[in-house]
């Protein structure tokens, strides 16, 4: 090939690297004559040259067709493939392969950094993930000195009950999945911010006014659950707008009224949620898959990220599906 390109072999390895020391007019030529050889390039072998795969791997708990592992998957993907790097993605949805991952470790030989997006770590997983040869970054959750992006999922639930109770609710649930129960840091840290808003309001922490879906997709059970009650809360925050759509949809099959009846108040601000008129909190996810991945490219390079931590806001969108509770209620 370096015959046919005109240029010694060093050239044509540089070339079909990338480097910064071929001018464009010879790259032009390598990559033609390797395209007219058929040939490709073996990352592994510009690995051995490089000691970089050009790879970042990305860990996530749930389904990747969710909005927020998509939303992540999709803000990662351009900014990575802009910058020439594959994304590798690793997804647990059950203990099984949970315990595959943290005793295998497979991103270690596979990528250049691990970004861990939203995943409720052990002890051990953490210890297992600090003792990794390759750089972690953590999205949406925070390990003491290590690289993270997030939003504060405490807070911005609090901000959420916090507008329930300012409407003049006083009984007011919150709906939440088992699904992924032991997977899903931010999840906990919502329902500890609607508790706190309650606490600080002194209102009471009914934990009968938890609700459990078994999926994102099992709005019905919550509609069940609440026609069953003889004292129904007046409000629901749900922790994520993919929930609360399946819930305002199997209310309204019910016969129950939003926000006449009920209130309803999301998380996440889903592409869907404005066309369907739900208010919510609003996290930038876009934002944070991208600074994750350019975390980890920075790390990747060994280079240091100033801030470590990196918190990014969240902000209450009021639209239809919340207002004052029916004049017939106590609360």
């Not at 999205?139 to 329930?164: C, F, K, M, Y």
């Not at 990747?300 to 017939?328: D, F, I, W």
Request: glycine share 6%.
């Amino acid at each position: 090939m370096a015959e046919l390109a005109g240029v010694s072999v060093a050239t044509v390895s540089r070339a079909l690297r990338g480097s910064s020391l071929v001018n464009d007019a010879t790259r032009e030529r390598v990559l033609a004559a390797a395209a007219d050889l058929s040939f490709s390039i073996s990352r592994a072998a510009s690995s051995l040259a490089t000691g970089k795969l050009n790879r970042i791997a990305l860990l996530v708990s749930g389904r990747l067709n969710s909005w927020f592992n998509g939303s992540v998957l999709d803000a990662m993907y351009e900014y990575l493939h802009a910058a020439r790097q594959e994304l590798i993605i690793y997804r647990i949805v059950d203990d099984a392969q949970r315990i595959e991952f943290f005793a295998t470790l497979p991103a270690r030989r596979n990528a250049d950094a691990l970004v861990v997006a939203s995943f409720a770590l052990t002890t051990t997983e953490r210890q297992r993930l600090r003792n990794l040869a390759i750089p972690v970054i953590y999205l949406n959750q925070r390990v003491r000195g290590a690289a993270s992006v997030a939003i504060n999922d405490l807070e911005a639930a609090r901000t959420g009950a916090q507008h329930l109770i300012g409407l003049g609710h006083r009984r007011i649930g919150f709906v939440t999945t088992s699904q992924l129960s032991g997977l899903t840091h931010s999840a906990a840290d919502r329902v500890h911010g609607y508790r706190a808003a309650l606490t600080e309001s002194c209102l009471a922490n009914d934990p009968n006014l938890i609700f459990h879906a078994t999926s994102d997709a099992d709005g019905d059970s919550v509609a069940t659950e609440l026609l069953s009650r003889s004292s129904p809360p007046t409000a629901l925050m749900v922790a994520s707008d993919e929930l609360a759509l399946s819930v305002l949809a199997a209310l309204g099959r019910a016969g129950i009224d939003v926000p006449g009846d009920i209130s309803v108040l999301g998380f996440d601000d889903h592409a869907m949620s404005e066309r369907f008129g739900l208010s919510t909190v609003a996290q930038p996810v876009s934002e944070l898959g991208r600074l994750a991945a350019t975390m980890a490219l920075t790390l990747a390079s060994g280079r240091s990220v100033r801030p470590k931590s990196t918190t990014l806001p969240t902000h209450l969108v009021q639209r239809r599906t919340t207002g004052r509770p029916p004049r017939r209620s106590k609360s």
